[in-house]
């Protein structure tokens, strides 16, 4: 196929199921919500439940929609690896005495906010005209950065087949190579199958000594990672465009750009304060944009104060196409914000790209900082990449009985902090996760199964 020709391609979002040890933990400093939670009881039942429901009413609308596994939590080989020896049941009661913190970091059920999970390039931007995916080493948390290695056994195991799709392993582990993922990078382009912009945001300049970033929370994303991952992924020449995320939102708890910006096709709906340059970011995506113009949706700080940007998740919200317009699917906080509120009504009202609205309840999630946005990733597959792919793990009415029951049937109701330390809290989530392997039809993934 020529550079020039298009495939028909689709955008499918995989959404990352909520785990049965989904807590709140205060892990994450930088994020508000995490902050603000810590110690409160969750509820991984409705967490789950929650998350499902959102898939099931995507995938009701015709959108293609997967889904992706939980992670076994706690995870032991990593209290091993880190000298706890014995078994399960004594390890957890150790650690849970000597190092909570450490226990809550090994049990987190953070790899449901898949926009972390890794950076996907779709074939159409690629020089090899592959699918290319690499997993966010998310290097700046503790608790995240045990989740690459299953991240990239699921993904191989769903997308094997090397004629489609070419995996890269997790950039170096370090703060200079800080990778967030698909969080920090964001798609426009004319039409899916056509090839788009690649636009990378970063918080910092890891090399840089003179480098003006955020002053009271850290920056996850360096340049140095965005970066590689271009790279990495064959980008055609022109695609990648470099982006400095404004620090002074990172300072009121931007920790990713999806929490202030997120884009689809030709529309890039943003906050004034979201980018150190904001035009020269405009007049970089919009002069690589081919066969469309770039339509930015421009919010001033002055209609969304950052704070309530931050507080309602405005933009950590999903934008779909739809057969006229934009459809921009926001977590039910935003209606509890009264100036996003009223913004909502305006932005529909008017006669922008932007033309409905429609709330999902991601409470659970969100009390970790993790919106509509942070539970998916997006991988644009042509019609026969989709057929390439494993298609089990893609939601159809079954599957989404079948995972209900699962959730109903091994699901907790509550889960507190001393709970963790809970070994049949463990033996129930690893007999629900290799049960789960067995609905998604996704072979060993998980190391209790090795
Ligand atoms: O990395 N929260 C996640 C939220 C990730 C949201 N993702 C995107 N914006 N794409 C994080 O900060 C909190 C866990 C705790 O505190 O228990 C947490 O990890």
């Given at each position: 196929m020529s550079n020039t020709q298009s495939k028909r391609a689709v955008e499918v979002n995989f959404d990352g199921l909520v785990g049965p040890t989904h807590n709140y933990a205060g892990l994450s400093w930088g994020n508000v919500a995490s902050k603000s939670n810590e110690y409160a009881v969750a509820n991984p039942k409705q967490a789950a439940l929650q998350g499902l429901a959102k898939m099931k009413s995507l995938a009701d609308r015709g959108y293609v929609q997967g889904v992706l596994p939980p992670h076994e939590r706690p995870h032991m080989p990593t209290l091993r690896a880190l000298g706890y020896a014995g078994s399960d049941a004594a390890i957890l009661q150790r650690v849970s005495r000597e190092d909570p913190v450490l226990l809550a970091a090994v049990a987190s059920a953070s790899c449901m906010w898949t926009a972390n999970a890794a950076t996907v390039s779709p074939s159409a931007d690629t020089r090899d005209h592959r699918v290319h995916f690499t997993p966010a080493n998310l290097a700046a948390k503790f608790h995240r950065s045990i989740e690459p290695k299953i991240t990239a056994r699921v993904l191989k195991s769903i997308f094997s087949d090397a004629a489609y799709f070419a995996h890269h392993a997790p950039l170096p582990p370090v703060s200079q190579f800080g990778d967030e993922g698909a969080a920090n990078h964001t798609r426009l382009c004319a039409s899916y199958g056509a090839p788009g912009v690649e636009l990378f945001v970063y918080?910092?300049?890891?090399?840089?000594?003179h480098f003006y970033g955020p002053t009271l929370f850290p920056a996850r994303q360096t340049r140095e990672a965005s970066q590689a991952i271009a790279r990495l992924h064959g980008l055609k020449d022109g695609c990648a465009v470099f982006a400095q995320q404004n620090p002074r939102a990172i300072d009121a708890?931007?920790?990713?750009n999806d929490v202030i910006a997120v884009g689809n096709g030709p529309v890039l709906f943003y906050h004034?304060?979201?980018?150190?340059?904001e035009q020269r970011v405009l007049a970089e995506v919009e002069s690589r944009l081919q066969g469309a113009a770039l339509q930015p949706v421009r919010v001033s700080d002055q209609e969304v104060p950052l704070a309530d940007a931050v507080a309602s998740y405005l933009f950590n919200s999903q934008l779909l196409d739809t057969a006229d317009g934009m459809l921009l699917a926001v977590p039910g906080e935003c209606r509890e914000v009264a100036s996003v509120s009223r913004y909502l009504d305006r932005l529909v009202a008017g006669e922008g790209p932007i033309t409905a609205v429609e709330v999902f309840d991601v409470k659970q999630s969100m009390r970790n900082g993790g919106g509509p946005a942070c539970l998916r990733l997006r991988v644009v597959l042509t019609e026969d990449e989709l057929q390439a792919m494993?298609?089990?793990?893609l939601m159809t009415d079954a599957l989404y009985e079948r995972l209900t029951l699962w959730v109903e049937a091994h699901y907790r109701d509550s889960v507190s902090q001393a709970d963790l330390a809970d070994p049949l809290l463990l033996e129930e989530s690893c007999k629900a996760l290799d049960e789960l392997t067995g609905i998604l039809g996704l072979g060993t993934i998980y190391d209790f199964q090795h």
């Open positions: 918080g910092d300049v890891a090399f840089d000594d708890g931007v920790f990713h004034e304060l979201a980018f150190a340059e494993h298609r089990g793990v």
